[in-house]
């Protein structure tokens, strides 16, 4: 397979505003651009794609892997907050969090730190089985995810640090993936060990079904050049493509809907944009066949709640008129808490080498691995006895617990820098929020509110912030087994925070440490509309007959996964059910792969880094 090495900056296809394509997406982004690309595989099927940010493939502080998440507070960053948030510290911003999302081509995926993995099988058959999303479930998305994906072995002289089976990964997509280009000393020689020790697993591969455990994982990198591989790099390979046409500066401003509305559903003819570089506010058309939102989980509640669909109770104030009676739209917001400001971090008495390069040792826990007996008890009676939290669908609230009480992956730890510093995270917070308009004006920001740490919980008989507990509880818990299980426990001299501080101070240390993960999805659930749903299983928005949403705001949970490889999936997974429609053309190479898809084991070969 031809590797996608970016050649600097080309010229963007455009096409006069009286063509109608087969598909107009809004977001250029992880997800979007990706599906474009796919789709416009076939020669006779039209793609426009409207991106509101800039073509920043030249941008060093994309492109180099070194430099990730450098781009956020610049101009290819939303620059976006949250509203104050209560249930965090103050900080001196009222809990305010910032939002980071990718204002350019590759959206989100060209600011993030590219770890590309996905969720068990457990998790992903949920979705079908409990969630009744029929079409939705581990076979169907991981393989969609191998369709995305090019997995490179590591070089010889690394491969003992490394484990993984090449048939849990693809080989012919057109992301990239590949182990980190160094590793950190303590990872293999004393943390590996030590988790052994205590208990804990370090399996071979998770992508196989298995997510629980310590371990290095993939990262979306072109091993050749050594850059991020991301929609924006994918983009690269159809850019010649006359049946293509990307257009950047272009925001999206609403849905343009056909006149002389006679049935029940509302029909699209396209959408409303304008021309940022221009300076101007004049608004443009662009017409389709097939009206698709892949604006993220933050932007595509804003844009139909613009465009008439969502709740008559905030629209109508607004002076928007209804199109789509669908109160759910901007409901579901998830972002789990991570305590990374400062993270847990260790002093040592040993000199690290394998530092020249990031890291990327995720370990992915249970709750029973991560709880005293005591405390998982406890929680268990609570879960147990718990049948409905306001705010959360009932749905989402099975799901919590079957993944509780089978034993998935619920908190991890992951050590991302190159020194001995280690986040926690929250993975699956019972807490959920909003993302709405408070204004027409199509260019102000939503008011995002992710509703951090609202959902109380009777613990032993006392009220306690159920995702802030859970997540000290969990972060002591596994700092003391690590400080005090060998070998970890003969190199470090200090920790901080302490874990032997009675939790009652552990956890004020912990929660002034705590914030957004810039994990966020959901808004846009799909599931049944009864439920909290706003698309059904082939994306479709309900009430509407054309319009559909391809990004992260549609999961219908918190992945335990980082998004990103999930959203890959989901990008492929769409395109299988566009191209299958009696009018999408059939499916296209990168659909026809085999079901297995295993990797070709092809070996990475690092080239130089770009200062």
């Given at each position: 397979?031809?590797?996608?090495?970016?050649?600097?900056?080309?010229?963007?296809?455009?096409?006069?505003?009286?063509?109608?394509?087969?598909?107009?997406?809004?977001?250029?982004?992880?997800?979007?651009?990706?599906?474009?690309?796919?789709?416009?595989?076939?020669?006779?099927?039209?793609?426009?794609?409207?991106?509101?940010?800039?073509?920043?493939?030249?941008?060093?502080?994309?492109?180099?892997?070194?430099?990730?998440?450098?781009?956020?507070?610049?101009?290819?960053?939303?620059?976006?907050?949250?509203?104050?948030?209560?249930?965090?510290?103050?900080?001196?911003?009222?809990?305010?969090?910032?939002?980071?999302?990718g204002k350019t081509l590759g959206g989100t995926s060209a600011m993030n730190w590219?770890?590309?993995?996905?969720?068990?099988?457990?998790?992903?058959?949920?979705?079908?089985?409990?969630?009744?999303?029929?079409?939705?479930?581990?076979?169907?998305?991981?393989?969609?995810?191998?369709?995305?994906?090019?997995?490179?072995?590591?070089?010889?002289?690394?491969?003992?640090?490394?484990?993984?089976?090449?048939?849990?990964?693809?080989?012919?997509?057109?992301?990239?993936?590949?182990?980190?280009?160094?590793?950190?000393?303590?990872?293999?020689?004393?943390?590996?060990?030590?988790?052994?020790?205590?208990?804990?697993?370090?399996?071979?591969?998770?992508?196989?079904?298995?997510?629980?455990?310590?371990?290095?994982?993939?990262?979306?990198?072109?091993?050749?050049?050594?850059?991020?591989?991301?929609?924006?790099?994918?983009?690269?390979?159809?850019?010649?493509?006359?049946?293509?046409?990307?257009?950047?500066?272009?925001?999206?401003?609403?849905?343009?809907?056909?006149?002389?509305?006679?049935?029940?559903?509302?029909?699209?003819?396209?959408?409303?944009?304008?021309?940022r570089a221009s300076g101007s506010n004049s608004t443009s058309h662009v017409h389709?066949?097939?009206?698709?939102?892949?604006?993220?989980?933050?932007?595509?509640?804003?844009?139909?709640?613009?465009?008439?669909?969502?709740?008559?109770?905030?629209?109508?104030?607004?002076?928007?008129?209804?199109?789509?009676?669908?109160?759910?739209?901007?409901?579901?917001?998830?972002?789990?808490?991570?305590?990374?400001?400062?993270?847990?971090?260790?002093?040592?008495?040993?000199?690290?080498?394998?530092?020249?390069?990031?890291?990327?040792?995720?370990?992915?826990?249970?709750?029973?691995n991560m709880l005293s007996d005591e405390d998982y008890t406890a929680a268990s009676?609570?879960?147990?006895?718990?049948?409905?939290?306001?705010?959360?669908?009932?749905?989402?609230?099975?799901?919590?617990?079957?993944?509780?009480?089978?034993?998935?992956?619920?908190?991890?730890?992951?050590?991302?820098?190159?020194?001995?510093?280690?986040?926690?995270?929250?993975?699956?917070?019972?807490?959920?929020?909003?993302?709405?308009?408070?204004?027409?004006?199509?260019?102000?920001?939503?008011?995002?509110?992710?509703?951090?740490?609202?959902?109380?919980?009777?613990?032993?008989?006392?009220?306690?912030?159920?995702?802030?507990?859970?997540?000290?509880?969990?972060?002591?818990?596994?700092?003391?087994?690590?400080?005090?299980?060998?070998?970890?426990?003969?190199?470090?001299?200090?920790?901080?925070?302490?874990?032997?501080?009675?939790?009652?101070?552990?956890?004020?240390?912990?929660?002034?440490?705590?914030?957004?993960?810039?994990?966020?999805?959901?808004?846009?659930?799909?599931?049944?509309?009864?439920?909290?749903?706003?698309?059904?299983?082939?994306?479709?928005?309900?009430?509407?007959?054309?319009?559909?949403?391809?990004?992260?705001?549609?999961?219908?949970?918190?992945?335990?996964?980082?998004?990103?490889?999930?959203?890959?999936?989901?990008?492929?997974?769409?395109?299988?059910?566009?191209?299958?429609?009696?009018?999408?053309?059939?499916?296209?190479?990168?659909?026809?792969?085999?079901?297995?898809?295993?990797?070709?084991?092809?070996?990475?070969?690092?080239?130089?880094?770009?200062?």
């Amino acid at each position: 397979m031809a590797r996608f090495i970016l050649l600097g900056m080309v010229a963007l296809a455009v096409a006069r505003d009286s063509t109608t394509y087969d598909y107009v997406i809004a977001g250029a982004g992880t997800a979007g651009l990706l599906l474009a690309v796919v789709l416009s595989e076939n020669p006779n099927i039209t793609v426009c794609v409207l991106e509101a940010g800039a073509d920043g493939r030249h941008e060093n502080n994309i492109t180099n892997p070194e430099r990730r998440g450098t781009i956020q507070h610049t101009q290819y960053d939303w620059q976006f907050w949250t509203l104050p948030q209560p249930g965090l510290d103050d900080n001196g911003t009222l809990g305010a969090q910032p939002v980071p999302r990718g204002k350019t081509l590759g959206g989100t995926s060209a600011m993030n730190w590219m770890i590309h993995n996905t969720d068990s099988r457990v998790q992903l058959d949920i979705w079908e089985s409990l969630l009744n999303l029929t079409g939705w479930n581990w076979e169907t998305i991981s393989t969609a995810y191998r369709q995305s994906e090019t997995m490179y072995g590591p070089p010889a002289d690394t491969s003992q640090d490394f484990m993984y089976n090449p048939g849990d990964h693809g080989g012919n997509g057109y992301i990239q993936s590949v182990f980190q280009r160094s590793v950190l000393s303590l990872l293999p020689q004393y943390l590996n060990p030590t988790l052994l020790n205590a208990g804990y697993r370090v399996p071979a591969d998770r992508n196989g079904g298995d997510a629980v455990g310590g371990g290095l994982l993939p990262l979306a990198i072109e091993p050749s050049n050594y850059t991020r591989s991301y929609s924006g790099s994918v983009y690269q390979a159809a850019e010649g493509r006359p049946n293509l046409h990307v257009r950047v500066n272009s925001q999206v401003t609403g849905i343009k809907w056909k006149r002389g509305r006679h049935h029940t559903t509302a029909t699209a003819a396209g959408f409303k944009y304008i021309d940022r570089a221009s300076g101007s506010n004049s608004t443009s058309h662009v017409h389709g066949r097939q009206i698709i939102l892949s604006a993220g989980c933050i932007q595509s509640s804003q844009i139909l709640e613009l465009s008439g669909v969502g709740d008559p109770d905030i629209l109508t104030p607004l002076g928007i008129k209804p199109v789509v009676n669908l109160t759910n739209v901007g409901f579901g917001l998830r972002d789990p808490p991570m305590m990374n400001y400062l993270p847990i971090s260790f002093d040592l008495n040993v000199t690290l080498s394998g530092d020249e390069y990031i890291q990327n040792y995720i370990q992915l826990e249970n709750a029973r691995n991560m709880l005293s007996d005591e405390d998982y008890t406890a929680a268990s009676q609570w879960l147990n006895s718990t049948d409905r939290i306001p705010g959360l669908p009932n749905a989402q609230l099975s799901v919590f617990k079957e993944l509780w009480f089978a034993d998935e992956p619920l908190i991890e730890m992951a050590w991302q820098f190159q020194v001995a510093n280690v986040t926690p995270y929250n993975l699956i917070p019972l807490s959920q929020g909003t993302v709405h308009i408070n204004s027409s004006d199509p260019l102000a920001p939503p008011a995002i509110d992710p509703n951090y740490n609202r959902v109380m919980a009777t613990i032993n008989g006392t009220e306690v912030e159920w995702d802030m507990w859970f997540l000290a509880k969990a972060a002591q818990f596994w700092e003391t087994k690590i400080a005090t299980t060998s070998p970890m426990r003969d190199i470090i001299t200090s920790a901080d925070p302490p874990f032997d501080l009675p939790f009652d101070q552990y956890y004020i240390t912990a929660k002034q440490g705590t914030g957004s993960s810039q994990h966020l999805t959901g808004g846009n659930p799909m599931l049944a509309r009864e439920e909290g749903g706003v698309v059904d299983t082939n994306l479709l928005v309900y009430g509407t007959s054309n319009v559909r949403i391809v990004d992260g705001s549609v999961f219908p949970y918190q992945p335990s996964a980082h998004p990103m490889g999930l959203t890959h999936a989901l990008a492929m997974r769409a395109a299988q059910l566009l191209q299958e429609m009696p009018d999408g053309g059939g499916l296209t190479r990168s659909l026809q792969l085999p079901q297995s898809n295993a990797s070709a084991s092809a070996t990475a070969i690092f080239g130089d880094v770009t200062v």
